[in-house]
């Protein structure tokens, strides 16, 4: 009874009292009371006291309950600890159905940061809840976690972002070789603590998730622990592919911090075998865990294996600019403490290895050059170029040879793709011995590398070649020639080897064909020109291995046409020398032979002594019936052929051949220039006329004027005004005036001399009407084709046009 007498204090109190004895359950008669208090601004105590009363009147109603704890919450009168110890008191009363209760003082406990208080809320609340409902308790927590706690976590990581990768490897060179103590991350204990307990009942879908986010607590000891209970089923955890990579990186992190160095060594070369494409970042992290066990010689070791094997240019840059960072900070630490710790500098040479330091650094930077060729030659041993380019990284005579023979020893000659191109490999070898004057031994290395089997012809070629070449200039002509000999001995039945080689491609090395190759024999005829022997000699020589390609079917057209020349010039025997020609023209095609009948041709017509003229004639008729059917341009023998006849004195024989070939090239207009020109210049302007109708009906438009112009000036010297006007007239039609000046000069010149006052009117009202129906731009006009009405030379006069035109003459 006092302790309501605290509380009821006026008439008005009392008056509620009553109404709650009568209605205790009516809910609007409770919240009047508490609204009643309120107003009147009681002590925080007594409405704590009423609201109390209210709820356990309603104690079943959690709903109550809850918006009572929100309203203590909202009052802010209350302090954390107060407001959870009447959550528990509160919470005994539960024997169930106190879900939104618990979450509700669960979001409070996250939003005051009370971490003690969360995981007591978190305890209770699991004890208290169906197991149904216990991830909701564990989602708040969670949420709570990866947004208010595990970043402050990563917030310590984060600081070291600020320094580049150079600072921070300086400043652990320089705290493990002084053993410096090197500062532990504070690990999240409490966030470790609520991670664990999760992890035991976390479902297989958030296991994984939730091991990461314990990664992320640096509490070490627990990461191993648990990873090894979960991950590998109690036993030492292997790497595998079954495993997110992120997992194990973060295990292999807690070797190294847990100073497990064996298990880590261990587990680092799993982990680069099942995951080649992080091998670089893993020499990083191997390397960066030896210097912090001051291990530094097996930090070199470490980081030369892996460049020595990398295949990759990016992962090589990596690792070289880590090793010579390394090197580099190691020494520039070094100095900088002797220098402030002189007692150090006693054994500071031999306890710090600073001779050896140095001088890897020096080779670092010496061989980088060679590195990178060791690279690419990882990459592709069979790459000819990259071993060339290694020679060139040697100073020494000896060095240079040593790679050359670990070339010729390490390329495999089926996956040389450029023919001839391996060949240069042997060829430079050789002329390296060769050029030190050890002929003998260069000697050596040609023959070996003519029994290499080579699938490309080119690569024997070279060889055979390059052997030869420095012989001629050492020994001589002769010396060479014996070379090739031996190169181009032809076998009893070539034809079968060829077949068979054919056949067995793949099997057969291309030296069984070496004495087709048209390069080595191309090379042989010219020494063989250029040799020094008799005369008779020199030809016996010279046309049995002309005969011989051509047996062998590899003489091309130029070999014929030098066969004929040197003939002509050593023996003097034209005849024979056409007869190659012949046979020239019977074994390659129509195109090839249009160029060897142009020379043929020119030597027989200079040949008149020796051939007759109707030989002649024979041989440009027989060129053109062959050429012109296979519709070859034969304007080139037909000129020639024309001059010819010209020359015998046979005038329209010669206009004639000329005619013939503007009629198989009907719209070649500088042909017809020549047949009209030629026929006028021999034959006179009578007989030219034929030439010049024929030429204006088959010649372009865009061509006639000019021709229409010398056919019309033609004309009038004979005196045939009309047909000379018609012609120009025609040649008129296809360009505008001011196109086609020469021709209308001409007619007007032709008019004044020879016209009357109404022939000039006809032509000037031609010219206006051309004008004005004529664009200046006439091109696609002037294309069309037309051929001209000519009017006989007897016919009468055509009637004027009776339109009249003034003219002033």
């Known amino acids: 009874m006092d302790c309501i007498n605290q509380y009821i204090i006026d008439e008005e109190d009392i008056a509620f009292e009553y109404e709650l004895q009568r209605t205790p359950l009516s809910i609007t008669t409770w919240r009047r009371y508490l609204e009643n208090w309120e107003s009147q601004r009681r002590p925080i105590s007594h409405l704590v006291w009423l609201y109390e009363r209210f709820c356990r009147q309603f104690a079943d109603k959690e709903d109550t309950w809850c918006d009572y704890l929100r309203w203590i919450i909202d009052k802010h009168q209350l302090n954390s600890l107060t407001i959870y110890q009447k959550f528990i008191h509160i919470l005994e009363g539960f024997s169930t159905g106190c879900e939104k209760f618990c979450i509700l003082m669960m979001e409070f406990a996250t939003s005051e940061y009370q971490l003690e208080m969360i995981r007591h809320i978190l305890d209770i609340s699991l004890r208290k809840l169906e197991v149904g409902s216990h991830w909701k308790m564990w989602e708040i927590v969670f949420k709570f976690l990866e947004e208010k706690i595990l ?23 320089h705290k493990s070789l002084f053993n410096r103590e090197e500062e532990q991350d504070t690990p999240d204990l409490w966030s470790s603590h609520i991670l664990q307990r999760y992890i035991k009942i976390a479902p297989n879908w958030n296991l994984q998730n939730s091991l990461q986010k314990l990664a992320s607590t640096k509490n070490y000891k627990a990461v191993h622990a648990l990873y090894q209970r979960y991950l590998s089923h109690g036993s030492e955890l292997v790497a595998t592919l079954e ?3 992120s997992l194990q990186v973060n295990y292999l992190i807690s070797l190294d911090y847990l100073q497990m160095d064996k298990k880590y060594a261990s587990f680092l070369q799993q982990l680069q075998t099942v995951f080649p494409g992080h091998s670089t970042e893993f020499t990083i992290m191997w390397a960066k865990h030896e210097i912090k066990r001051s291990h530094f010689h097996r930090v070199t070791e470490i980081l030369e294996n892996a460049m020595k094997s990398t295949l990759d240019f990016k992962s090589f840059t990596t690792i070289y600019e880590f090793e010579s960072s390394f090197e ?10 002797l220098k402030a710790n002189p007692c150090l500098q006693k054994d500071a040479r031999e306890k710090f290895e600073l001779s050896a330091h140095l001088s890897h650094l020096q080779r670092l930077v010496e061989t980088h050059s060679l590195r990178l060729n060791d690279l690419k030659l990882r990459q592709n041993p069979n790459s000819v170029e990259t071993w060339k380019h290694r020679v060139t990284l040697f100073e020494t005579f000896k060095d240079k040879c040593n790679v050359y023979a670990e070339a010729i020893l390490s390329i495999d000659p089926t996956k040389v793709f450029v023919p001839g191109s391996l060949a240069t490999i042997w060829c430079e070898y050789a002329a390296s011995y060769w050029n030190a004057q050890i002929f003998d031994t260069a000697r050596e290395v040609w023959d070996r590398a003519l029994r290499v089997p080579f699938p490309h012809l080119e690569d024997l070629e070279t060889i055979w070649v390059s052997w030869t070449e420095h012989e001629i200039y050492e020994t001589g002509i002769e010396k060479g020639l014996q070379i090739l000999k031996t190169a181009l001995q032809v076998p009893n039945s070539p034809e079968e080897v060829l077949e068979n080689y054919k056949r067995n491609k793949k099997k057969i090395p291309t030296q069984a064909i070496v004495f087709t190759s048209l390069k080595l024999w191309s090379f042989y005829l010219d020494l063989q020109e250029a040799s020094t022997a008799d005369q008779i000699d020199l030809v016996e020589k010279t046309s049995l291995t002309y005969e011989t390609m051509i047996h062998l079917k590899v003489a091309t057209p130029m070999h014929f046409i030098q066969y004929a020349h040197f003939l002509q010039e050593h023996t003097n025997d034209k005849i024979k020398s056409f007869q190659i020609y012949e046979r020239a023209l019977s074994l390659f095609p129509r195109e090839v032979q249009y160029e060897i009948w142009n020379i ?4 027989a017509i200079n040949a008149i002594k020796i051939l007759s003229t109707e030989s002649i004639r024979d041989l440009f008729d027989q060129a053109l019936e062959s050429l012109i059917s296979s519709e070859i341009d034969c304007r080139s023998i037909f000129i ?12 329209k024989r010669s206009v004639d051949i000329l005619l013939t070939g503007c009629r198989t090239r009907i719209q070649d207009s500088n042909m017809w220039e020549m047949c009209v020109s030629k026929a006028h210049r021999l034959l006179g302007n009578e007989a030219s006329r034929p030439y010049y109708e024929e030429c204006l009906q088959r010649i372009s438009n865009s061509k006639v004027a000019p021709q229409a112009r010398a056919f019309a000036e033609i004309e009038t010297h004979l005196g045939e005004l009309d047909r ?6 025609y040649g008129a039609q296809f360009f505008h005036p001011s196109k086609n000046v020469e021709l209308w000069e001409f007619w007007e010149e032709l008019e004044l001399q020879n016209g009357d006052k109404e022939s000039y009117k006809a032509m000037l009202k031609l010219k ?12 696609l006009e002037s294309q ?12 009468k006069k055509a009637p004027l046009n009776p339109e009249e035109i003034d003219l002033n003459i």
Do not use: H
Not at 154 to 166: K, T
Not at 600 to 603: G, I, S
Not at 640 to 651: I, R
């Open 151 to 173: 970043p402050l976590t990563e917030l310590s990581d984060s600081q070291d972002e600020y320094q580049d990768e150079q600072e921070q490897m300086e400043t652990l060179i």
């Open 243 to 245: 495993i997110p990579f």
């Open 328 to 337: 580099k900070l190691y020494l520039e630490n070094v100095i900088e403490e």
């Open 600 to 603: 043929y041709l020119r030597e």
């Open 640 to 651: 020639l052929y024309s001059d010819f006849e010209e020359k015998n004195g046979l005038a």
């Open 724 to 729: 000379a006007r018609e012609i120009l007239k």
């Open 768 to 779: 206006r009407k051309l004008e004005g129906e004529l664009s200046v731009n006439t091109e």
């Open 784 to 795: 069309k084709e037309g051929n001209v009405q000519f009017i006989s030379a007897s016919q």
